[in-house]
């Protein structure tokens, strides 16, 4: 999933189709690979129209910190809760 993923990140910065996809592949590969969006460095999935871009945190890291964050600034929520604040 991560190589995928970075090729589709590579595919949005170059529009060059990656070699170790055919041809066939590709036009799944470049649907899917249109659902993102790169700003600033970072990796956005883009949602309807009315609403904004989401950011993807790849890293499993960044996630933890993240949501180790909204916990303790939220007033230590259930699981459910500090879940319901990444969503929002």
């Known amino acids: 999933m991560k190589d995928i993923a970075m090729l589709g990140v590579q595919w949005l910065l170059t529009i060059r189709r990656p070699a170790q996809i055919t041809r ?36 499993v890291r960044g996630r933890e910190e993240i949501l180790a964050r909204l916990h303790d600034e939220s007033g230590h929520r259930s699981r459910e809760g500090t879940y319901r604040k990444v969503a929002d």
């Open 24 to 59: 066939s592949e590709f036009r799944n590969f470049k649907r899917s690979a249109m659902r993102y969006i790169v700003r600033d460095r970072q990796l956005f999935r883009k949602q309807s129209k009315n609403v904004p871009l989401v950011r993807v945190i790849d890293d």
